[in-house]
């Protein structure tokens, strides 16, 4: 195992340090492991909570920022923030509008965002969750009941993010939020494992010549194992699993997301051969991100979410943002 760390048990301490050092647009409470927008809540504003295992990022720390996240809770590596994390970060964020926590669908974060949105609430504060469950690849996995949450996660936290910006109440944020992550479907394919720094080997074994299809953003289980093939083909086998869920026509927003350790270069190779595939179907890839958004250390690999657009969730995803991982319109 080669990494570039002081140790296995400092490693999201030091990288909250870090984020600090880095974006002063940020506040980072590196005891408690939350990280906030600077300055505080904006009263009358629906604020936005989201978090999950550090691992994955930029997600959920480099979302926070303005139009998206007002704070994400970083847990441990793959591992789920604690609810005493959860709430403080829902009371740091709070302006009186109400807070939304954007959970993904693994038991742990429903869990324990579940307990922190009680404690909010016995102190006063509404709290409103929605779950993103847009993994197409298994219905049931090692960490879930139901789907996985993955990719749409992102386009959940831009989308309600902007609307939250503008002064929405806390329902009409929320409804956003769930409307994305309806009309939004991912699969993800594994070239690699990856090594968690505790664990100091790779989580899984994977031939020479193999692939996981479906892949977990955990290292989880997919589908499948199959033999590598060309992009164009890992491609299809990624959307046939989509659109067998969801027609892919109309306006689309598609990511094409790294794991971790994929060239960009391979990653907009293979989003050209997304596009090909959607353009086939009747689909139109209206906006697009390509790049690392949601991770899994250094997996080697690629995952697909699209989503399926109205003129109204357009209008959310070109508003201003302004984040460490997502900055455009300002």
Avoid at 215 to 236: F, M, Q, Y
Wanted: aromatic share 4%; net charge negative.
């Amino acid at each position: 195992m080669k990494k570039l760390i002081n140790s296995p048990e400092t490693v999201v301490t030091e990288a909250l340090a870090g984020v600090a050092a880095a974006h002063p647009s940020l506040s980072v409470d590196i005891e408690n492991k939350v990280i906030t927008r600077a300055g505080g809540p904006r009263p009358g504003k629906v604020g936005l909570v989201s978090g999950g295992g550090s691992g994955h990022e930029p997600l959920h720390g480099g979302f926070v920022g303005y139009g998206m996240l007002d704070a994400a809770c970083p847990g441990e590596m793959f591992t789920s923030p604690v609810p005493d994390q959860m709430l403080a970060a829902t009371k740091a964020v709070d302006g009186g509008a109400g807070v939304l926590h954007v959970v993904k669908n693994y038991t742990g974060d429903v869990l324990n965002f579940q307990m922190a949105a009680e404690m909010a609430g016995d102190e006063g504060i509404e709290v409103v969750s929605v779950v993103t469950n847009d993994d197409v690849a298994v219905e049931d996995s090692l960490y879930t009941a139901g789907r996985r949450g993955t990719g749409a996660t992102v386009f959940v936290e831009k989308i309600a993010g902007a609307l939250a910006e503008e002064g929405a109440d806390l329902a009409a944020v929320a409804a956003v939020a769930r409307e994305v992550n309806e009309r939004s479907r991912s699969f993800g394919v594994a070239l690699t494992s990856c090594v968690v720094p505790a664990a100091g080997k790779p989580t899984f074994e994977l031939g020479e010549a193999e692939v996981e299809l479906g892949i977990g953003i955990h290292g989880e289980p997919g589908r499948t194992r199959a033999t590598l093939t060309p992009a164009k083909e890992l491609a299809a086998v990624a959307l046939d699993a989509i659109s067998a869920d969801l027609p892919v026509g109309g306006d689309l927003l598609v990511m094409v997301n790294g794991m971790g350790g994929t060239p960009l270069i391979e990653l907009y190779l293979m989003f050209n051969e997304v596009r090909k595939y959607l353009e086939g179907r009747g689909g139109h890839v209206a906006r697009n991100l390509v790049g690392n958004y949601i991770t899994s250390l250094e997996m080697q690999g690629f995952s697909v979410t699209v989503c399926r657009l109205t003129d109204e969730l357009t209008r959310l995803w070109d508003a201003p943002v302004d984040t460490p991982a997502l900055r455009w319109g300002r």
